[in-house]
């Protein structure tokens, strides 16, 4: 698309065929895992219940939603209807993340047969997900239960799927311990040096890990604090948003100043030897981009680049598939460990392009250029 003029129509097209992919993305073995109980599940493969889905079925939910696509609902609503039937025996925080979008289809289409898995999974953050000191979220995941760990995906995984159950179901007990999640993620992993944030935190022993100040996991910052506002609306704390609102101010400050000349991130933002990482760009992009829609941050410092970001990363999208995609990623002690990262092709590369192509399109100045 680097010859291609960017338009809306263009864009529309792009979206379109990086859905395509998307819904047939396959795993041949390199990204699925032996659960606890013996399953199998996928990072990969589209129709498994796992994170990168659940991201990916947020991008395709606020497409639908933007161009009113019944086909987009449709695609939706059939990826529930096969992954639903089996419910999830063994729940973690990675796996409450297709509830996020699950919530948002409930909201627009009330349907009893949702709103027990909307509950069950509430229940489940609030009173059997295991918690930290001062009460966070620990990360557990199918393979580990990271013991005493917060990490940056947390927010995007599980915390706002929480927030936005308790708006629909008028519990101001989910609202309030979402508000608290994202000030007690805060205190543990924003870097009071840079601004940016850490991976991971471990209160077995008192640190950040590697201190790694990775892409994709800020991207979900960027990300999750406007989501946070837009779902929460005037129910949200105003002190906690006051808060927030500088806790992002100060993280995209931090970030522009590691922006690409050219306009992508590398996988550690402060390493340029690292490679270029094109979900965590696509993600920052969505970020910059809706953050300065709403009014969050100012546009007129951060809206460009959104745009340079999403200008630079057009170029890896060939054919429908991104490229320089990440794969999954946990929390490395180093910075070769994240520099030695796989790329490959993943649900949620196509997922933060379209979330950051979407929120494009939005955007006024678009059309003609």
Known sequence: MTSERITSQSIINQIEMLIDDLIHIEDHGECTFTTKDKGSVSDKKWQDWNWAQGVALYGLYKYAKLRNSQQMYKEIEKWYEVCLKEEVKEKNVNFMAPILALSFIYEEKPDDRILPHLKS???WAMNQLPKTKFHGFQHTVFVAENKGQLWDDTLMMAVLALAKIGVL??????IAEAERQFLVHTTFLMDRKTNLWFHGWTFEEGNNFGEA???RG???IT?????LFDILGDKISPAIRMFLTDVLESQVEALITFQDEKGPWHTLINDPSSYIEISGTFGFAYGLLKASHMGIIDPGKYQEKGVKAIRGALPYIVDGKVGNVSAG???GRNADFYKN????????????????LTEYLKDETLSGK
Do not use: F, Q
């Open 213 to 215: 100040l990775w892409a």
């Open 169 to 174: 179901l008028e519990e101001p007990g989910y």
């Open 341 to 356: 990262i796989a790329i490959t092709d993943m649900p949620y590369g196509p997922a933060l392009a379209i979330l950051a």
């Open 223 to 227: 990300i999750a604090i406007p989501e």
């Open 329 to 331: 990623t946990g929390v």
């Open 121 to 123: 999974w509430a229940d």
């Open 218 to 220: 800020n991207c979900w």
